[in-house]
């Protein structure tokens, strides 16, 4: 079974700049999140969905960042402008009832804002 | 709104030496609770859960992790650790009521010496 799929891997974009990152669920998973990891802290949620609806952006800086999930399946977050404090691990789970509600975890964008 | 506090950011120890990294939670309404492991650049993976039952959990690589309702607390335990388990471990807590959000520690990285 493929797991979560995110892209790019890595990204270096300079503080103003625009940058988006790609994700694709487990096949068949109704909820997706988007998590940020700053480095030396835990994960933080940004924005929930269940399948193409928000369930939870409450911690998403809206000023800046955006999401979408229109068809209920991949998604895509988006940083415009970009900070120099948005320097983080940027991951993507998803979790379906088969899963009895575990989360499973991309391997996540690293975004380096200079 | 329930929040996670692992004690210890670095825990060193020696190959074949017992390991115990704590994590206390802080909630109003019954939780779920869980540890995840993410290997050097790798993404985040389920070590194991506690959802009901039996409070004391056990994966399969040979931790364990007891509920401890009075104390607030979910303590992951190994009695003898390899030098493969070096990485870091985040305390994780869900509400019961609620598939999703995982509220996260800020996690402890565990370092086996030779």
């Known amino acids: 079974e493929a797991g979560v799929a995110q892209s790019p891997r890595y990204k270096i974009i300079e503080k103003r700049q625009s940058v988006a990152f790609w994700c694709n669920p487990i096949?068949?998973?109704?909820?997706l999140y988007w998590y940020q990891q700053i480095l030396g802290q835990g994960p933080k949620l940004l924005i929930q969905f269940q399948n193409n609806g928000v369930v939870d952006d409450s911690q998403l800086p809206k000023d800046r960042f955006s999401a979408e999930r229109l068809k209920g399946v991949d998604s895509t977050l988006k940083i415009q402008p970009a900070k120099l404090e948005d320097s983080a691990v940027y991951l993507c789970?998803?979790?379906?009832?088969?899963?009895?509600?575990?989360?499973?975890f991309g391997e996540g964008s690293r975004l380096t804002v200079l | 709104a329930q929040s996670v506090t692992q004690l210890d950011s670095q825990v060193p120890v020696f190959e074949e030496a017992p390991v115990e990294l704590r994590c206390n939670y802080s909630s109003s309404v019954s939780v779920y609770l869980f540890w995840y492991v993410q290997y050097p650049n790798q993404g985040l993976q389920l070590l194991l859960k506690?959802?009901?039952?039996?409070?004391l959990v056990e994966s399969i690589n040979g931790f364990e992790a007891e509920f401890n309702k009075s104390q607030t607390s979910f303590h992951l335990r190994k009695p003898s650790v390899h030098i493969s388990d070096t990485a870091e471990y985040f305390c994780a807590v869900q509400r019961s009521s609620n598939t999703g959000k995982l509220i996260f520690g800020q996690g402890t990285t565990l370092q086996v010496k030779p």
């Open positions: 506690y959802l009901s039952g039996s409070t």
């Open positions: 789970a998803s979790s379906g009832r088969e899963s009895g509600g575990e989360l499973f």
């Open positions: 096949s068949g998973h109704a909820t």
